[in-house]
Antibody
Framework: EVQLVQSGAEVKKPGESLKISCKGF????????IGWVRQMPGKGLEWMGI????????RYSPSFQGQVTISADKSISTAYLQWSSLKASDTAMYYC?????????????????WGQGTLVTVSS | DIQMTQSPSSVSASVGDRVTITCRAS??????LAWYQQKPGKAPKLLIY???SLQSGVPSRFSGSGSGTDFTLTISSLQPEDFATYYC?????????FGQGTKVEIK
């Protein structure tokens, strides 16, 4: 059974750094794109970026480029999302999601498996 | 970036109703479109991919159609468990983008 298990909720202060994780189980983690999606409180889904773990090819939304870093360690089937300096506006639920339908293709990256979400709260 | 615009933003419907949600892309995306369902406090769930392909395990009352810039998600007979928010997503080019969502509420 394919599963994505995310790290637990975080409460941080503005200016602090943070790295959250997403571990894949039950499939060939390296062979499929894995992405991150933000959902601010009461709002819709925002596509942040995506990584192909086999070669670490990473693509970002311009809205998030330079604000976060997406990485992956294929040896432990884990993807990461990190911030160097959090802001209050980073308060949101963050989901990781994998796309196993069309493999390595950059067209048709549809998220068929999702993590349970990591709630990040940034408050002084 | 490709902008995805859903309509309506919300719809009130009764069990058994046919519900149609539309999604328009700001430029052509062929058939590289997905539909997701999200219930409160839960992760989104993939319903339809490649505009009209039903994801495994999804009830056949859900269907998708369209290509190019105009797409439709149809629920043929609304069930109690279908009350949720629905999002479209384009997967034609980076950055991928989601529509703003359509909330299906109980009438």
């Amino acid at each position: 059974e394919v599963q994505l298990v995310q790290s637990g909720a975080e409460v941080k202060k503005p200016g602090e750094s943070l790295k959250i994780s997403c571990k894949g189980f039950g499939y060939s983690f390296s062979s499929f794109w894995i992405g991150w999606v933000r959902q601010m409180p009461g709002k819709g889904l925002e596509w942040m970026g995506i990584i192909y773990p086999a070669d670490s090819d990473t693509r970002y939304s311009p809205s998030f480029q330079g604000q976060v870093t997406i990485s992956a360690d294929k040896s432990i089937s884990t993807a990461y999302l990190q911030w160097s300096s959090l802001k209050a506006s980073d308060t949101a639920m963050y989901y990781c999601a994998s796309s196993t339908i069309f493999g390595v293709a950059t067209l048709g990256i549809f998220f068929d498996y999702w993590g349970q979400g990591t709630l990040v709260t940034v408050s002084s | 970036d490709i902008q995805m615009t859903q309509s309506p933003s919300s719809v009130s419907a009764s069990v058994g109703d046919r519900v149609t949600i539309t999604c328009r892309a700001s430029q052509g995306i062929s058939s590289w479109l997905a539909w997701y369902q999200q219930k409160p406090g839960k992760a989104p769930k993939l319903l339809i991919y490649a505009a009209s392909s039903l994801q495994s395990g999804v009830p056949s009352r859900f269907s998708g159609s369209g290509s190019g810039t105009d797409f439709t998600l149809t629920i043929s007979s609304l069930q109690p468990e279908d009350f949720a928010t629905y999002y479209c997503q384009q997967a034609n080019s980076f950055p991928q983008t989601f529509g703003q969502g359509t909330k299906v509420e109980i009438k």
